[in-house]
């Protein structure tokens, strides 16, 4: 009797154990199955990239009273965001010209977006996307209103006062001019102020001209008013051999990243999804590049 009841004992107390340790194994293997599902999770979750984005170009990029972003450029950016899933784009308002450099410089931005032309001195310094999304056709030149100045070449721009913010690509062509042209300079007002402060600036005289685009001048004619200025001169400084577009900027180093975003706009080109928000936003197809 004493035997059997030691062998019940014995049974129980084995099949205890044996339960004890199914549990623990159980409970091991839910757990290595949780990290696993949660580094899976982590590993997934899309990477956020910083874009330092343009504010206060009339139908190019504007942050709007709600915070709401419009613009052609800022729907460029949406539709790269959409074929990148592994990335998720942030936008940070820019409406310092200098500032956005710096940024870039410390990695404040993983990408600039400041409807930025290609130049040596950019592209010596930054890394410019291969893919434009935005055609350039030469510069217009504004003027006060009523001030009767007409500029039919460069030649006529001698001797005025022109407006140009630091390390823009017409600022490039004018110096290079300048330097060609000692007895006819351009006289240039350096200038990192917003659009609206330029057009004052040019209202009340300070500066005899500003340089800009036939689509932004519309858009500016629009948002200020018939009476902000007279459009002087057009195709001023327009090289057809030269790259003419509008790039994205980054670091030296983010090769990979700029190689995935020129791919995105290549497809977005080739599809016509930004010729279809052109039209929609400029009236005006600004992808095809001008015979």
């Known amino acids: 009797m004493e035997m059997k009841r030691k062998r019940i004992i014995w049974l129980a107390l084995t099949m205890v154990l044996a339960l004890s340790i199914t549990a623990c194994g159980n409970n091991s293997s839910n757990k290595n199955e949780s990290g696993a599902a949660d580094q899976e999770s982590a ?12 504010n206060g170009i009339p139908k190019i ?46 990695k404040a931005f993983d990408i600039l977006s400041i409807h930025a032309s290609w ?30 100045i007409v500029v039919k070449t460069e030649d006529d721009l ?20 300048n330097e060609t042209h000692p007895d006819n300079k351009i006289d240039i007002v350096w200038d990192s102020g917003t659009v609206e402060q330029q057009l004052a600036n040019l209202k009340s005289g300070a500066v005899d001209a500003l340089f800009g685009e036939r689509l ?3 858009a500016l004619l629009e948002a200020y008013g018939e009476d902000a200025f007279d459009v002087a001169g057009d195709n001023l400084f327009y090289d057809p051999s030269t790259k003419n577009g509008t790039y994205l900027l980054y670091n030296y180093g983010s090769e990979s990243l700029k190689n995935e975003v020129d791919a995105a706009i290549n497809k977005l080109l080739a599809d016509g999804t930004l010729s279809k928000h052109s039209l929609e936003i400029l009236g005006i197809d600004v992808t095809v590049k001008p015979n």
């Open 43 to 54: 590993s997934s979750a899309p990477k956020t990239i910083k874009v330092g984005l343009v």
């Open 61 to 106: 990029a504007t942050l709007d009273e709600s915070g709401k972003w419009q613009g052609y450029d800022y729907e460029t950016l949406v539709e790269i965001d959409k074929l990148l899933p592994q990335y998720e784009f942030k936008y940070e308002p820019i409406t310092d010209f200098q500032a956005a450099f710096v940024g870039l410089d410390t």
């Open 119 to 148: 130049t040596e001195e950019r592209a010596a310094k930054y890394l410019l996307g291969d893919e434009s999304y935005y055609e350039n056709t030469g510069y217009t030149l504004k003027v006060k209103k009523g001030s009767g």
């Open 158 to 177: 001698g001797g005025l006062k022109i407006a140009l913010s630091p390390g823009v690509a017409v600022a490039s062509s004018v110096e290079k001019y």
């Open 216 to 218: 932004n001048d519309k």
